[in-house]
């Protein structure tokens, strides 16, 4: 799942998302996906992106995985460089664990 992920999603999600930066996590970031795991990804998108409301954000990253027709499942939380700040002064438990469990696969 890792390397699919890295040689199919990633590239497109860097190219269609503006990335800056994009991490895994979850069971694939902890080393424990099972059969039924999906791919739990965080985008930090792009100045181009970020003007765009969350939902647009959310629907463009959706489109990216569907056309790589990937074998697995995949949740993908694309939000800008200001929503992550806000999300670590706001230190929920989602976000918390998230961090903790984060995966950096690609930077630009």
């Known amino acids: ?6 040689s199919v999603l990633v590239p497109a999600l860097a190219q269609g998302l503006c990335a800056r930066r994009i991490w895994v996590f979850g069971s694939v970031a902890r080393g424990v996906p099972s ?7 965080l985008v930090e998108v792009g ?3 970020a ?10 990253a959706y489109e990216i995985v569907a056309r790589a027709s990937l074998p ?10 200001a929503e992550l700040a806000a ?3 706001a230190d929920g438990p989602f976000f918390r664990t998230l961090w903790e469990e984060r995966d950096l696969i ?3």
Not at 1 to 6: K, N, S
Not at 35 to 41: A, F, G, P, Q, T
Not at 51 to 60: D, E, I, N, S, Y
């Open 51 to 60: 003007g765009l409301p969350f939902k647009q954000r959310v629907a463009a």
């Open 72 to 81: 697995f499942g995949c949740d993908i939380i694309p939000w800008t460089q």
């Open 106 to 108: 690609y930077e630009h």
């Open 1 to 6: 799942m890792r390397d699919t992920a890295l």
């Open 35 to 41: 059969r039924d795991s999906d791919l739990d990804v």
């Open 87 to 89: 999300k670590q002064r």
């Open 47 to 49: 100045d181009a992106l």
